[in-house]
């Protein structure tokens, strides 16, 4: 591969000038870097507060400065109960759904209640266990790598047959409002379904169906906590490729706290979340323009260095 030499003075202004202006970009995409790091854990620490309920007032505080009762979150979690047993009609005897072990877990504000995935969720499955036959079109085939950020990626999936698709149980077809976790490897990824498009995933992925009564949003965000990824870690079994079984997944416990007060973490969560997602679109759009710049310096000075460093 030939490469111009150029005369040994021209080579040391180049050096120079490759030195002062690449020293200067790498000082920059290390403050971006630094800003995207600093984002990641602010995430993790409005997902905690919204958990622990630090992020908003309780709603315990409110009432007993207003004069006023409430419904706590053992009440809601009891109606919620009471729902799921109503709404039942399987065979045989109803089961009630796991209890959380809440032998690790702090203590919770006044009103709220520890409570199960399995007490929260109208059930939670996983995908289909079979290799899927897979076609150059059809309906997308979500793998974890669609779900990495968070949200649903279906701009670039597999694919499988209408038929296959037909076949699957309709608790292993997610719909607008289930929430997905991914299991296996990048275990601990929570992407709420906010599509009405058609999708099945692979079995490395739970689906989390909420019922009536279900705090979807609020528990969109808590999956999504460092509280529930400690505890999936916990349970989750292997060496190689760590797994959360199904059983394991169902027991987390999250923090219920009451109706009320779940509406105003939401939306200050939501907002929060969004503001963040907003300034790491912005560092990466500066870390892209920042690979450009890199190019374009390298370029001038190599292209025509003779002219360029005269």
Same mark, same amino acid.
């Given at each position: ?14 050096? +120079? ?16 870097? /630094? ?9 993790? !620490? ?14 315990? $505080?409110?009432? /007993?400065?207003?004069? /006023?009762?409430? $419904? ?26 796991? #209890?959380?072990?809440?032998? +690790? ?9 520890? #409570?199960?995935?399995?007490?929260? &969720?109208? *059930?939670?499955?996983?995908?289909? @266990? ?28 597999? &694919? ?38 058609? %999708?099945?995933?692979?079995? @490395?992925?739970?689906?989390? /169906?909420? @019922? ?8 969109? *965000? ?13 349970? +989750? ?25 779940? *509406? ?23 870390? #892209? ?18 002219? !360029? %460093?005269?």
């Amino acid at each position: 591969m030939p490469v111009p030499v150029a005369p040994i003075e021209t080579q040391r202004k180049v050096a +120079a000038y490759l030195d002062e202006q690449l020293s200067r970009l790498d000082a920059g995409v290390a403050a971006l870097l /630094r800003a995207q790091a600093n984002l990641k854990r602010y995430r993790a !620490s409005v997902l905690k507060a919204a958990c622990e309920g630090r992020l908003v007032p309780t709603e315990a $505080e409110l009432a /007993r400065a207003e004069g /006023r009762t409430f $419904e706590t979150g053992e009440q809601l979690l009891q109606r919620i109960l009471a729902e799921r047993r109503e709404r039942w009609s399987g065979k045989g005897k109803y089961k009630e759904p796991a #209890a959380p072990d809440t032998r +690790a877990l702090q203590s919770l504000p006044a009103g709220w209640v520890w #409570a199960s995935l399995d007490q929260l &969720f109208d *059930h939670v499955t996983d995908g289909d @266990h079979q290799a899927p036959p897979q076609t150059d079109e059809g309906i997308p085939f979500l793998v974890i790598g669609n779900v990495r950020s968070g949200t649903i990626d279906l701009s670039d999936t597999r &694919f499988v047959g209408q038929t296959y698709y037909d076949s699957l149980d309709p608790r292993r077809k997610p719909a607008r409002g289930d929430i997905l976790y991914t299991l296996v490897g990048s275990y601990g990824i929570a992407a709420p379904v906010e599509t009405s498009d058609r %999708f099945c995933i692979q079995r @490395h992925m739970a689906i989390l /169906r909420p @019922h009536g009564l279900s705090p979807a949003r609020y528990l969109a *965000h808590a999956l999504g906590s460092d509280l529930v990824f400690k505890q999936a870690t916990g349970v +989750a079994t292997g060496t190689a490729q760590m797994t959360v079984p199904l059983a394991g997944l169902r027991r987390i416990g999250v923090g219920l706290p009451p109706l009320a007060e779940q *509406h105003r973490i939401v939306a200050e969560a939501d907002r929060r979340l969004s503001l963040i997602r907003g300034a790491e679109a912005q560092v990466s759009a500066n870390l #892209a323009r920042a690979k450009r710049l890199r190019q374009s310096i390298l370029q001038a000075a190599f292209a025509s260095p003779g002219q !360029s %460093f005269k």
